[in-house]
C-alpha cells in the first residue's frame, strides 16, 4: 500500500477563547502520491481552515496533521524547515501571497530557489509562466500590472516552481475566467500525475472537480459527511447534503441531473445523516 503524503487524523480547529467557534471538527484526511482529494462545501464550512491547519497556518485544537509521517510544526515568521518547501499552497486570493514591489520573474524564482534548497532542478520563470498560459514577457512585470486572473496564474507558476510533493490549493481557480478555468485546473492535474505530486483541490464548482478529481470529501458545518471516489460519490451519493450539492450543478455541463433531496430535508436536518457516509470505498 502506498505510503500517504498526508495524513490528517480528527483535526480541530477553533477560533476564539471562552464559546469559541468550531470551524473544523474532527476532520480525517489522507493522500497518496499522484491523487487529486476534492474538499468540497458551501462557504463558511470550513474548508480553508482545514488548509491552513494543513500547512501549518492555523494551530489545531486538537487532532493531528503528518507529512510524510511527521507532524507539521506551525508555521515560523522567518524559517521553514527546507523540507516543507515541498508542500506548497496556492490561496484563493492571489493579492495576499504576491508581493507588489517584486516584479514577477523573481517571485517565481524564489519558488524554483527552494527546490533547488531541496536538491531538485526546477525550470526558468519563463517556462513556469508558458506552463500556466501566460507569455513569458510577463516575467518582466508587476503584479499591479496582471488581471486579477494573471495573478493567480503567476501564484500557482510559483507553487509550481517549487517542485512541490503536496499542493493545497484553496479555491486556486476562483479568480479565472471561466474559459480557462477548465484549463487551468487540467493543467495542476496533469502536473501531479506527471510528478507523482499529491494535491488538496478546494472548490465550490463541483463540474471542474468531477473532471480532475480522484476522490471527493463532502464538508458541511466543519465535519466530513461523505467521501469516497469521485464516480461512486456522483453516480451514487448517500448524504441528503451532498445530493443537494450535485442537484444545484448547472445543466449545460450534463452533470447537474440528480434528484434534490427530498422536501423533508431540511439544512437543521442534514446533520443528523453525518454518520451515514463516511469513508466509502469502490
Avoid at 515541498?86 to 517565481?108: E, T, Y
Avoid at 531541496?118 to 525550470?123: E, L, N
Avoid at 455541463?253 to 445523516?273: K, N
Wanted: glycine letters at 8%.
Amino acid at each position: 500500500m502506498t505510503a500517504p503524503i498526508l495524513e490528517v487524523d480528527d483535526l480541530v480547529v477553533e477560533y476564539g477563547g471562552r464559546g469559541a467557534l468550531r470551524a473544523v471538527d474532527g476532520v480525517s484526511l489522507r493522500i497518496v502520491p499522484g491523487e487529486v482529494l476534492a474538499l468540497v462545501g458551501e462557504s463558511g464550512c470550513g474548508k480553508s481552515s482545514t488548509a491552513r491547519a494543513v500547512v501549518g497556518m492555523e494551530r489545531p485544537h486538537s487532532g493531528a496533521v503528518s507529512y510524510h509521517g511527521a507532524a507539521v510544526p506551525p508555521l515560523g515568521l522567518r524559517t521553514r524547515p527546507a523540507a516543507l518547501t515541498a508542500m506548497q499552497m496556492v490561496f484563493q486570493d492571489p493579492n495576499s501571497s504576491l508581493n507588489p514591489r517584486v516584479r514577477v520573474a523573481q517571485q517565481i524564482a524564489d519558488g524554483a530557489r527552494a527546490a533547488r534548497g531541496r536538491g531538485v532542478v526546477s525550470a526558468r520563470p519563463e517556462e513556469w509562466l508558458e506552463a500556466v498560459g501566460l507569455a513569458a514577457s510577463f516575467a518582466r512585470r508587476y503584479p499591479h500590472q496582471l488581471s486579477g486572473g494573471q495573478r493567480q496564474r503567476v501564484a500557482i507558476a510559483r507553487a509550481l516552481a517549487a517542485r512541490p510533493d503536496l499542493i493545497v490549493a484553496d479555491e486556486p481557480i476562483s479568480a479565472l475566467d471561466a474559459s480557462a478555468q477548465a484549463s487551468v485546473a487540467g493543467m495542476m492535474r496533469t502536473l501531479c500525475l506527471e510528478s507523482g505530486a499529491g494535491m488538496l483541490f478546494i472548490s465550490h464548482d463541483l463540474s471542474v472537480v468531477r473532471l480532475m478529481a480522484d476522490r471527493v470529501a463532502v464538508m458541511y458545518r466543519g465535519r466530513i459527511v461523505e467521501s469516497g471516489p469521485t464516480p461512486l460519490v456522483w453516480a451514487d451519493p448517500v448524504h441528503p447534503y451532498t445530493r443537494d450539492l450535485l442537484a444545484a450543478i448547472p445543466h449545460p455541463d450534463g452533470t447537474g441531473t440528480l434528484p434534490a433531496a427530498p422536501a423533508a430535508e431540511s439544512p437543521a436536518e442534514w446533520a443528523e445523516h453525518i454518520p451515514v457516509a463516511l469513508d466509502r470505498a469502490v
